[in-house]
């Protein structure tokens, strides 16, 4: 009898640990598939996170292109602006030059000008002196 309990005890014990290994086995195989289910989701997360990185890259690259062409544009039109200032101020030296150059022409102008009225002036003196004095050659012939 004491054999048969030993026998019963050890077949309890056996079947407990038999018991809590299944159930260990069970929690096991859950944990695995939730482990398999997350690895699933995390995968999917991956991909669909490398998918939209790949996008934004595309856009990233494109905006980088779009900017490098704006920077050229841009440059060409600085060059531009900057040759249209150099020649907007070859024109003003000229215009300066051309402005100072009629000012002495003007200037030149009136003297010659005045100079003519004093020729015509000092000519209609002579003139009305021619006049005068033939008036008074004509009196003298008629008086002889």
Do not use: P
């Not at 999917?44 to 494109?62: C, G, M, R, W």
């Not at 841009?74 to 000229?94: G, P």
């Not at 030059?97 to 009629?102: D, R, T, V, W």
């Not at 022409?105 to 006049?131: A, G, H, Y």
């Amino acid at each position: 009898m004491k054999m048969r309990m030993l026998q019963d005890n050890a077949r309890g014990c056996l079947e407990k640990t038999f018991l809590e290994l299944e159930k260990a086995c069970l929690e096991q195989e859950e944990a695995l598939l939730r482990f398999e289910a997350q690895k699933k989701d995390l995968k999917k997360q991956l991909e669909e996170s490398e998918a939209h990185n790949k996008v934004i890259k595309k856009q990233l690259e494109e905006s980088i292109a779009q900017n490098e062409v704006l920077a050229q544009r841009e440059m060409q039109l600085q060059q531009r602006n900057n040759s249209i200032m150099l020649e907007k101020e070859k024109a003003d030296e000229k215009v300066l030059l051309i402005s100072e150059e009629h000012k002495r022409e003007k200037k030149e102008l009136s003297r010659t000008i005045i100079e003519l009225e004093k020729q015509l002036d000092v000519r209609r003196t002579l003139e009305l002196e021619i006049e005068l004095l033939s008036g008074a050659l004509l009196l003298i012939i008629k008086n002889e």
